[in-house]
């Protein structure tokens, strides 16, 4: 188990499309412009759940 970290954020998509959107979206680069001095690393893991 990683324990290495202090917070962590959950986010699940519809698709592999609208996880896209995401990563380009003008807000959510902004959050990296302005917050990235705030974090050393950022670690992602990816997952799959079960297909509803």
Same mark, same amino acid.
């Given at each position: 188990m990683d324990d290495s970290f202090t917070?962590? =954020?959950? =986010?699940?998509?519809?698709? !592999?499309?609208?996880?896209?959107g995401y990563q380009t979206e003008?807000?959510? =680069?902004?959050?990296?412009?302005d917050a990235s001095a705030l974090w050393?690393?950022?670690?992602?893991?990816? !997952?799959q759940g079960a297909v509803q």
């Open positions: 917070y962590q =954020l959950t =986010l699940t998509f519809d698709s !592999a499309e609208a996880q896209e003008p807000a959510h =680069l902004k959050f990296i412009e050393q690393k950022v670690v992602v893991y990816d !997952a």
